[in-house]
């Protein structure tokens, strides 16, 4: 899916409600570049519904993830409900391949660098993909937003 290519069909707000839990100040600034990514630039709206732009409340209900979409003027417009068992193996592995990242960055030589990153780079976009799959009839996104949600997605995962 290419996006909604409406103007209106975007982010303007994500918040992270007290269900998420706070962690390090790190992971809190991790927290707060990925919002601010996602919201820099995103197409996002529910499926079958034109009246955007949009806030995203996120939360966790037992081992799941809760999409409360609203409107600019906090007008609820849908809630989602996404269970996170089908990305623990992705952000598990992704995260295992970021630490031989950082390591590798120090030791290694730039081809095989590169090749760590080539696996990054992949399992991130395997992530999106699943995203994009398990929400597909509820939210229509493009893969860039896709991409920065997942991000989000999994620095709400990390402890610090």
Known sequence: MSGT???????????????IGRSTPDVEHERAVAIFDLIEENSFAPVNDDAGPYKLRLSLVESRLVFA???ENSEPVV???????????????????????????????????EAIDMGRRG???????TLMD??????????????????LVCVLHWRG
């Not at 290519?5 to 269900?19: C, P």
């Not at 399992?123 to 993909?129: A, K, R, V």
């Not at 398990?134 to 991000?151: C, H, N, S, V, Y």
């Open 123 to 129: 399992l991130h976009n395997e992530g999106s993909q």
């Open 69 to 71: 979409i609203s409107r």
């Open 5 to 19: 290519g409406r103007t209106n069909a975007k982010l303007v707000d994500v918040e992270l409600d007290e269900t």
């Open 79 to 113: 809630t989602h409900i996404l269970s996170l068992t089908p990305f623990r193996r992705i952000v598990k592995d992704y995260y295992m391949i970021c630490e031989s990242y950082y390591d590798a960055i120090r030791s290694s030589t730039p081809s095989q660098i």
């Open 134 to 151: 398990r929400l597909a009839g509820k939210i229509e996104m493009d893969f860039d937003t896709a991409r920065r949600l997942f991000t």
